[in-house]
């Protein structure tokens, strides 16, 4: 009898043990963007000034696609990246999807350059650069350099 309340004592702090100590507080919004909608405001990396920037408008664009329930935008110096999650349903279609986003960002940003992605992982590393510059744990130069990782691992994933 006391072995069995010594098992069960000792498989509940096993369980329970780590539980307690992975919530550290850092990354949360990174952490649930993968479970949730997140709707992250717009990265700008560009040396433009506000007016002239796309970045927010590019993002209520995407916004108003039915398809699509969340999406992030990094708006750098010459090219725009566009990350999006696709509703559960609709994974079917995802390349339609895709295809049809970088028509219609051509079609009203034809000055522009759009690298739009669906992928989870490229979605979270726009989070987590988000996060870093909103703590203020990285300088802009960082940013650029972060920025231009995402879209060489993007390149990659195709």
Not at 31 to 46: C, D, G, H, V, Y
Not at 63 to 80: F, L, T
Not at 107 to 118: A, G, L, N, R, T
Request: glycine share 2%; with cysteine.
């Amino acid at each position: 009898m006391i072995k069995k309340i010594i098992w069960l004592f000792a498989m509940t702090v096993f369980f329970l043990l780590p539980s307690g100590c992975s919530s550290d507080g850092d990354g949360k919004e990174a952490r649930q963007s993968l479970i949730k909608t997140t709707q992250p405001a717009p990265i700008e990396l560009n040396d433009q000034e506000k007016d002239k920037s796309v970045a927010y408008q590019v993002r209520e664009d995407v916004k108003k696609i039915n398809e699509i329930y969340d999406v992030a935008v990094i708006e750098g110096k010459k090219k725009i990246l566009v990350v999006y999650k696709v509703r559960h349903l609709q994974r079917f279609k995802m390349k339609k999807i895709e295809k049809n986003l970088q028509e219609k960002l051509k079609e009203k940003y034809p000055d522009k350059k759009f690298i739009v992605s669906s992928d989870y992982k490229i979605f979270l590393e726009t989070i987590r650069l988000k996060e870093e510059m909103e703590k203020e744990n990285i300088t802009v130069d960082e940013a650029k350099k972060r920025f231009k990782k995402i879209i060489k691992l993007k390149k990659e994933m195709t």
